[in-house]
Each structure stands twice: as structure tokens, then as C-alpha cells.
């Protein structure tokens, strides 16, 4: 009888835990079409492994439920393989978040890292361990991942996300002796150093505040209230105006900027036209670049 008991709780166990899921549902991507002349198995066998690396894997001490999880999708294109285990190539980052009540998902990051020079031996385990450096590889792209999660946390509570920025920042650290490209600060404004640094430094607060008011405040209420919803996407925008009043240019704020750039142009083609004025002239102002582009704002009816 005890044994039939102890069979059923361990049964329940699994059962119950079946009901909660990794945190991400991540769709990897390996292409190798501008590598000639070599065995093309091994970029097949590094999708999958490098799928379940990141899927099968807790990346934090929370429990998610199936529908829960983040979905992103990661591109490798390698562009030289130089030896048999070695591999340079880039790395393009595409993650967003749910929007309540909807089957909408908003972008939260699109980005290529042009630093992505890694080894990799077929069937060789993917080790990542906290706090410390043995792969490019698994070190890239677990500090992507603590990106991904501090942002999606960010959006849906206050600061939400600090515990993995500080992780991201971690994976940072550990990597300051790598000879890869990509980890230090003197190598460039625009890298995963400076990714992290502009997302904990107080002096950017803007880029987080923004985040959760444009989402939750936002984007959360527009199916039912679509003008309250616009009206705090339109007040999140002061966010990003701050942080660039502070530092124009700034890698993290461009970054966001791309990744909400022609949804704030949809968004705001359904405003009044106070409101149309007004995120146009902000957006205008933080992203001179692509001014034109949201003189479709107002041009709009």
C-alpha cells in the first residue's frame, strides 16, 4: 500500500510539475549558406543542440506556465568558418511580449551583434555555468536571454527586471578576459558592455520607466480603452525624451527606438490631433534619422 502511495505522489509530482515550463520558447535558426564546401550536418546538429540549451533550461527561480513563456527567435548566419571548430558569424536578436486581450505581440528588442566569433565541437556538451567564462558561444547567448528577461519583466511590474540585468551584467564580467569581441568597454559604444550598462545606470531610469508604462499602461489597456491606453503610450514617450536629453545617441535608447519606431507610427495614426502632433515631435526629435517616417503620423487620417 505505502508502495502504491509513494508511486501516486511521485506520479502527482511529475503531473504538477508538467504544468509549468522553462521560460522560453525560442525558435534558433543556423544559416550557412555563405560557407562553401563544408559538412553542412554540423550547423544542423548545432540548431538543435543550441535549441534545447536554451529551452530546457531555467533561467530563473520562477515557475512559468506553458503559455507564460517568452518567444524569441535567434539567427546565426556564419559567414567564415576558419577551422573545423571555429565559426564567425552574426547574431540577430528578435524578442517581444504579449499584449493583453490580444493576439498581438510587441517588440521588445531586434537587434544584430556583428561580434559573434565562437568555437563549437559537434555533440560536445553546451556548458554554461554562472559567473564564469568557458564558451562564446553559450556566454552570448545567455547574456541575450538575462537581456530578454529583464526587459519582459521590466513591462509588466516597475524595475522588474534588475535581478537579470545584474545576471546579464555577470555574464559581462566573467568574459572580460575572453579575446572574443563584444565584452569590453574600450572596444566600442555599442556593445553588450554597453547593452547592460545603460539598462542599470540611473542616469537612463528613463529607458525602464518607459517600458512599463508604454506596455502595461499602455498597450494592456488599448483593447478595451484604446484612448486611455494611447494617452500613456504618448506620456511613456516623455521617457525617451529624458534619456536623450541626457545622452542623444545612446545604444540602448536607439535600440528600443527600433524596435517600437513603426508600432508608435500606427499607434498614434488613430489619435487626436494633439496627440498625433506631439509623439511626432518627440519621435522626430530622439530619432532625427528617420524623421520622415513619422511625418506619417500626422499625414494620416
Known sequence: MLIKNLSFLSVLLFLTTGLFAQEFLCNITVDSRQVQGTDKKVFETLQTELTEFINNRQ????????????????VISVRNRPSTDRFEATLNIVASRPVFNTAYNSSLLNYIDKDFNFEYVEYQPMEYQENSYSSNLTSVVAFYLYMILGLDFDSFSPNGGTPFYEKAESVVNAAQNSPEKGWNSFEDQRNRYWLVENYLNKSYSGLRSFLYEYHRNGLDVMSEKADQGRAAILESLKFLKDV???QPGLFALQLMIDAKGDEIINIFSEGNP????????????????????????????
Open 59 to 74: 533561467w530563473t527561480g520562477y515557475d512559468f506556465k506553458t503559455n507564460e513563456r517568452i518567444e524569441c527567435n535567434m
Open 244 to 246: 536623450y536629453d541626457e
Open 274 to 301: 494633439k496627440e498625433k502632433s506631439e509623439a511626432q515631435n518627440i519621435m522626430k526629435e530622439i530619432d532625427p534619422s528617420n524623421a520622415s517616417n513619422y511625418s506619417k503620423i500626422t499625414q494620416r487620417n
